[in-house]
């Protein structure tokens, strides 16, 4: 059973940041890209962050660009998204997801197979 697993998620202040973790089990973590979502209530999903199953390729919505890092430790499968100066509109349940992909990055919520159950980051102001 394939299984990714958030944390790190909490509440803080603008400004200040958080570092989210997702460790992954049941799959060959070293052929899955990972991509990092959010979703407000209400709203459709958004892909944040993805690293390529390398770690050598990364890619980052505008909105985040220069604030977040998304790094991975491919020998303990585990991914990280460093955020920093975190501003209110953050505030989201945060996912991380696994898509079968040896080469390349792929932005697209759908072709992810694998789900996490998601961390809340709430940024007050």
């Known amino acids: 059973e394939v299984r990714l697993v958030e944390s790190g998620g909490g509440l803080v202040q603008a400004g200040e940041s958080l570092r989210l973790s997702c460790v992954a089990s049941?799959?060959?973590?070293?052929?899955?890209?990972i991509g990092w979502f959010r979703q407000v209530s209400g709203e459709d999903r958004e892909g944040v962050a993805f690293?390529?199953?390398?770690?050598?390729?990364?890619h980052y919505v505008d909105s985040v660009k220069g604030r977040f890092a998304v790094s991975r430790d491919n020998t303990k499968n585990l991914v990280y998204l460093q955020m920093n100066n975190l501003k209110p509109e953050d505030t989201a349940i945060y996912y991380c997801?696994?898509?079968?992909?040896?080469?390349?990055?792929?932005?697209?919520?759908?072709?992810?197979?694998?789900w996490g159950r998601g961390t809340q980051v709430t940024v007050s102001s």
């Open positions: 049941g799959l060959t973590f070293t052929d899955y890209q």
């Open positions: 690293i390529d199953a390398s770690g050598g390729n990364t």
């Open positions: 997801a696994a898509y079968f992909l040896q080469q390349g990055i792929a932005t697209q919520a759908r072709l992810y197979e694998y």
